[in-house]
C-alpha cells in the first residue's frame, strides 16, 4: 500500500509541476504569492485580471485533486476492498508528503539554480529573494503541516468517492 501511495505522489507531482510550469509560463503574476516576500514586494499587488486567471487555476487545481482522491481510492479499494478512514488517510499522507517532498527537491530547488528568465517577474530581476533556498525550505517545512491537512480531507474524499 505504501509504495502505491508512494507512486500516487510522484504522478501527482508530475501532473502539479506541468500545471505550475504551464501557469507561469502563461502568466507568473498568477503564482505571484508563491514568490519571495522581496519580489511581492518590489511587484507589488496582483491585478485584477490576473486575480481571475488565478481563481481559474485554483478551480483546476482543486479538480486534479479531487481526481486524484478518486483514483486514490480505486488504488486502495484493488488493495484493501473494506478500507477504512485510517487506511485512506495513510495512503492519502504519504502520497501528499512525496508530492511537498519533490516539490521542495526538484521543482524548488531547480527554479533557484536554473531561475528561467520567462518565471521571473517584470521589474524583479536580480532580486536575493529567487537565489534564496532558505525561503523554498521554510516552505517545505509549512508544507508539512498543510499536507497533512490535504491528507486528511483527501481520506474523507477517498471514503466519499470509493
Same mark, same amino acid.
Given at each position: 500500500?505504501?509504495?502505491?501511495?508512494?507512486?500516487?505522489?510522484?504522478?501527482?507531482?508530475?501532473?502539479?509541476?506541468?500545471?505550475?510550469?504551464?501557469?507561469?509560463?502563461?502568466?507568473?503574476?498568477?503564482?505571484?504569492?508563491?514568490?519571495?516576500?522581496?519580489?511581492?514586494?518590489?511587484?507589488?499587488?496582483?491585478?485584477?485580471?490576473?486575480?481571475?486567471?488565478?481563481? #481559474?487555476?485554483?478551480?483546476?487545481?482543486?479538480? +486534479?485533486?479531487?481526481? %486524484?482522491?478518486?483514483? =486514490? @481510492?480505486?488504488?486502495? !479499494?484493488?488493495?484493501?476492498?473494506?478500507?477504512?478512514?485510517?487506511?485512506?488517510?495513510?495512503?492519502?499522507?504519504?502520497?501528499?508528503?512525496?508530492?511537498?517532498?519533490?516539490?521542495?527537491?526538484?521543482?524548488?530547488?531547480?527554479?533557484?539554480?536554473?531561475?528561467?528568465?520567462?518565471?521571473?517577474?517584470?521589474?524583479?530581476?536580480?532580486?536575493?529573494?529567487?537565489?534564496?533556498? #532558505?525561503?523554498?525550505?521554510?516552505?517545505?517545512? +509549512?508544507?508539512?503541516? %498543510?499536507?497533512?491537512? =490535504? @491528507?486528511?480531507?483527501? !481520506?474523507?474524499?477517498?471514503?466519499?468517492?470509493?
Amino acid at each position: 500500500m505504501l509504495m502505491h501511495a508512494a507512486l500516487g505522489g510522484v504522478a501527482l507531482s508530475a501532473v502539479f509541476f506541468a500545471l505550475v510550469l504551464a501557469t507561469i509560463r502563461f502568466n507568473p503574476e498568477i503564482m505571484l504569492n508563491d514568490y519571495p516576500p522581496d519580489v511581492r514586494a518590489k511587484f507589488g499587488p496582483i491585478s485584477p485580471r490576473a486575480k481571475k486567471q488565478r481563481a #481559474a487555476v485554483s478551480l483546476l487545481f482543486l479538480a +486534479v485533486l479531487v481526481l %486524484a482522491a478518486w483514483l =486514490a @481510492a480505486n488504488d486502495l !479499494a484493488s488493495l484493501a476492498p473494506s478500507f477504512r478512514y485510517r487506511h485512506a488517510f495513510v495512503y492519502a499522507l504519504v502520497m501528499m508528503q512525496v508530492f511537498n517532498l519533490l516539490d521542495w527537491l526538484v521543482l524548488d530547488t531547480a527554479l533557484v539554480a536554473l531561475q528561467p528568465k520567462w518565471m521571473v517577474l517584470p521589474g524583479t530581476e536580480g532580486l536575493e529573494g529567487y537565489r534564496s533556498y #532558505a525561503f523554498h525550505f521554510r516552505g517545505w517545512v +509549512v508544507g508539512l503541516f %498543510a499536507s497533512t491537512i =490535504a @491528507a486528511a480531507l483527501m !481520506a474523507l474524499a477517498m471514503i466519499a468517492l470509493r
